[in-house]
């Protein structure tokens, strides 16, 4: 082995020297995804969930009700998207630091390696630049945790780290179901031995009370989230190659190539880290099979990432993660300057590119709602004719814009506390981005006035219509959303569906 070599080596393998690296590196990228989440602009999801916040529940229209918690919580201090961002900014840095203790755990004569693979974690571009918070950042914490718990309770044996996997579970139960593939991976470890399932048994009982907060809301409020995920949203799926291949070459972006090569060359290794590779190996195998009718989202595998990275640092030298993290750190460099781009440049610069009626609409929506807001007749309400700009309109107004109109499956939060009769006889004023047909109106109104708005080169549209016929609405609208959205099982019993209710609309059958 040459001088150049050696150096090399103990350059990856010097603990002292990684952990260094670590340090910085963990602060430099905190002092990034801070500067970030403070001037990115507020996104549609995100805008949405914070009416969850605005509105605390025991769940909501589309998923549990964790992120609505946490964004009461974080509202509380400030509606400022540094601070409804905070916890997502700080969550990716804390399992950095989970899965260094793991791994000088699971190796603790590797410590070297252990700090490199948190470098290389946090320099990941889904680490470093996905700041937004959604219902994905509760689950993803808790999901970690969870799946910490488990590994730990793997090493050790003792019960109580199955007694904190279980209520973690639960907690990412209370977050979004995706932690279901969790609960089925542990199954699939833990159903092979007796002490296995009395481990299982365990942390089912930790979790089932957590997870019944859910079912009890669901129950009362006409299955919205069993509606939304298992039914509403899959009808048009259909067999394809194509979302499989979109899912195959997501994966290998978000694990990245140097990462995704390592983990084929290593799949020998993985019967030795079972408690380890299960936690994402059953997941994404589950997906492989779900993308043969669905696009998988990126944001659904997330979750199930820091363990894949963890497998990888069981089975790799210092020095290979050190290179790992150095050609990451590159990787990431354009995502960055890309989101910096769209947060310093002036909106005037993106003009010729199909992003900028996006750009626009979200850097001004606050300008668009003083337009909104200008010569609004006395009693007259604001609305939009979708969920997304409605949620961001919202978000900017400080007050709960409704959606006028039939909406689409997911987003109907409205439907669970808008009661429409409420505006019978007022002006109602919709906002659109795309232009207004006021025949598609004239329905449910006297009269129909369409205008226009400009804002940086980008026309958008409203439209006044006055005298608003509730009755003609609920005729035409209301009983169409209730027999395309609300056609619940029969086999599921309710016990309350305030939709149905408060329209006085029979279930559909």
């Given at each position: 082995m040459n001088l150049n070599s050696t150096r090399s080596l103990y350059a990856g393998a010097d603990p002292v020297r990684a952990r260094q690296v670590f340090r910085w590196t963990f602060a430099i990228t905190l002092l990034i995804k801070l500067w970030l989440a403070a001037y990115f602009p507020m996104t549609g999801d995100e805008a949405f969930f914070y009416q969850w916040g605005v509105f605390p529940d025991w769940g909501y229209s589309d998923h549990p009700p964790m992120v609505g918690w946490l964004l009461f919580v974080l509202n509380s201090f400030s509606d400022h998207p540094l601070s409804l961002r905070f916890f997502t900014v700080l969550m990716w840095s804390l399992i950095a630091l989970g899965m260094v203790d793991l791994l000088r755990r699971i190796s603790p004569y590797q410590e070297g390696a252990a700090y490199w693979l948190g470098t290389l974690f946090l320099l990941l571009p889904f680490t470093l630049l996905l700041n937004i918070v959604t219902t994905d950042t509760p689950l993803i914490f808790f999901m970690f945790l969870s799946g910490y718990c488990f590994i730990r309770g793997n090493l050790s044996g003792k019960t109580l780290w199955y007694v904190a996997t279980g209520i973690f579970l639960g907690c990412a139960l209370l977050s979004?179901?995706?932690?279901?593939?969790?609960?089925?991976?542990?199954?699939?470890?833990?159903?092979?031995?007796?002490?296995?399932?009395?481990?299982?048994?365990?942390?089912?009982?930790?979790?089932?009370?957590?997870?019944?907060?859910?079912?009890?809301?669901?129950?009362?409020?006409?299955?919205?989230?069993?509606?939304?995920?298992?039914?509403?949203?899959?009808?048009?799926?259909?067999?394809s190659l194509y979302t499989v291949g979109q899912y195959l070459l997501m994966m290998v972006y978000l694990i990245t190539p140097w990462i995704f090569i390592k983990l084929l060359r290593s799949a020998g290794m993985m019967a030795q880290r079972g408690a380890i590779v299960v936690l994402f190996l059953v997941p994404f195998a589950l997906f492989l099979l779900l993308s043969m009718e669905k696009t998988i989202g990126l944001h659904w595998v997330l979750g199930f990432m820091p363990f894949l990275f963890l497998f990888i640092g069981t089975c790799s030298s210092a020095e290979d993660l050190r290179?790992?993290?150095?050609?990451?750190?590159?990787?990431?460099?354009?995502?960055?300057?890309?989101?910096?781009a769209i947060i310093l440049l002036p909106i005037t610069m993106w003009k010729d590119y199909a992003l900028h009626d996006d750009i626009v609409f979200h850097k001004e929506a606050k300008t668009i709602v003083a337009t909104l807001r200008k010569d609004l007749p006395a009693g007259g309400v604001i609305m939009a004719r979708a969920y997304t700009p409605a949620a961001l309109l919202s978000y900017h107004a400080g007050e709960y814009l409704p959606t006028f109109g039939q909406g689409k499956f997911h987003a109907r939060q409205d439907d669970l506390h808008v009661d429409f009769k409420e505006y019978a006889g007022k002006t109602i004023r919709m906002f659109d981005r795309r232009a207004i047909n006021p025949a598609d109106l004239a329905p449910y109104f006297s009269s129909v006035t369409v205008h226009t708005m400009q804002e940086d080169g980008v026309t958008f549209w409203y439209a006044d219509g006055k005298d608003f016929n509730y009755e003609v609405y609920r005729e035409r609208i209301l009983t169409t959303v209730a027999d395309k959205y609300y056609r619940i099982p029969s086999f599921l019993p309710v016990y309350g569906c305030g939709f149905l209710e408060r329209y006085d609309l029979p279930r559909p059958k």
């Open positions: 979004k179901y995706f932690a279901g593939l969790l609960a089925i991976a542990y199954f699939v470890y833990l159903c092979r031995s007796r002490r296995g399932w009395v481990n299982l048994i365990i942390i089912a009982l930790c979790s089932a009370p957590l997870f019944a907060i859910t079912v009890v809301f669901n129950a009362h409020n006409c299955w919205s989230n069993v509606m939304f995920n298992m039914i509403n949203r899959n009808e048009n799926a259909e067999w290179k790992y993290a150095k050609w990451t750190a590159w990787f990431s460099v354009p995502h960055f300057l890309f989101l910096a």
